[in-house]
């Protein structure tokens, strides 16, 4: 296939995909210190104590404060300074999901967001940069677009395969049609190892959940968990079975009796690519049986290759060294959709001032 092809597929998958890039750059450049800048924008003070109430101790104190309902989720805060998050399911709202916000020091309740937490800093760049507020269908069109990402960087590299020769060029004297050009692709070559994780990590996540797992109408059976039954000792065994595991989210049994309850994580001393949820033990809720446990440390090279997209996706795999390359990287996505548009508009623009001028002749 000739170059000036590879230009034509390459400048239309551009002019699809260019006001996704800009906003999936910025939003995922936001994302990873979203929560350090949800604390600084909406500050709640949670006096830092030397440890946490037990779990069971702050389930019988939710029970106290919430309307009669069932929780589905627990979402165990990573940060000492933030609460933890629970995702409640009210009976006289039966079709509505409320997550409260939850002092892990003292039981109580200091908060509430909505089911998707887009009423918070945090969860509105979440929510827009997976789904763009449009649900299920959001997600199903961010998958197509990462499928649009990555054909942008093959046909980048496609028209660009000597991209050593000129690698660091940017004329900065010289028109703006050549700045431009010369500033996409530095960007995209430069960071072409970044695009390729995002687009193939973004678009399998979003492959996996709109089209492999299929997922059944969702109806809520309450009363399926009790505070007659131990969430800490259920937790204690997780970590016989699990060394050093390190507790992220419980999953409560609200859909059917026969749910499991579960209890995902990672490992205190895992490497940096382990998921925050990767290892996981479900359990029987009647006999207190283990029915599937997963330890990612043990798992197939393929299974913790996938589990590792989410480190990658989001930069935490080195702390604040990775994150910091992450905020400057995912940015790029944004340079180029701004370059690549007005790499075209400086185009069309030079050509109707030629073609003027061979009119006047």
């Avoid at 389930?59 to 000492?80: F, R, T």
């Avoid at 959001?138 to 020769?165: E, M, N, P, Q």
């Amino acid at each position: 296939m000739k170059a000036k092809r590879w230009y034509q597929i390459h400048l239309v998958l551009g002019i699809l995909g260019s006001g996704f890039l800009f906003v999936i750059g910025i939003t995922g450049s936001l994302l990873v210190y979203g929560k350090e800048i949800q604390s600084l924008l909406t500050p709640i003070q949670i006096p830092l104590q030397e440890n946490r109430m037990t779990f069971d101790g702050l389930y019988q104190k939710l029970n106290h404060q919430l309307p009669k309902g069932s929780i589905a989720g627990w979402l165990v805060s990573d940060l000492l300074d933030q609460p933890d998050q629970i995702w409640f399911h009210d009976t006289n709202i039966p079709s509505k999901e409320v997550v409260y916000l939850l002092d892990p020091f003292n039981g109580t309740i200091i908060g509430s967001l909505k089911e998707d937490r887009s009423d918070s800093f945090y969860g509105f760049l979440l929510v827009l940069h997976y789904s763009l507020f449009m649900g299920g269908v959001g997600y199903f069109i961010t998958g197509c677009f990462a499928l649009v990402y990555l054909l942008l960087v093959l046909t980048g590299l496609k028209l660009y395969k000597r991209f050593w020769t000129n690698l660091f060029r940017l004329r900065l004297r010289e028109s703006l049609q050549i700045l431009f050009s010369d500033l996409h692709k530095f960007v995209g070559i430069n960071a072409v190892w970044f695009h390729l994780i995002l687009a193939i990590t973004g678009g399998w996540w979003s492959i996996r959940d709109t089209i492999i797992r299929t997922y059944p109408k969702e109806t809520v059976v309450h009363g399926l968990w009790s505070t007659n039954k131990s969430i800490d000792s259920l937790i204690e065994q997780s970590k016989t079975k699990i060394e050093g595991f390190n507790l992220g989210y419980i999953s409560f049994p609200h859909h059917t009796k026969d749910e499991p309850i579960g209890f995902y994580g990672n490992r205190y001393n895992s490497n940096r690519f382990e998921s925050r949820y990767g290892s996981y033990v479900l359990y029987d809720t009647n006999k207190n049986q283990i029915l599937k446990l997963v330890d990612m440390s043990k798992e197939s090279f393929q299974t913790q290759f996938l589990d590792s997209f989410r480190p990658l996706h989001f930069g935490t795999f080195g702390n604040h060294f990775s994150k910091i390359i992450w905020i400057l990287c995912g940015l790029t996505p944004a340079i180029l959709s701004v370059s690549g548009i007005m790499i075209f508009y400086q185009k069309r623009k030079n050509k109707r001032k030629v073609l003027k001028q061979k009119t006047q002749f």
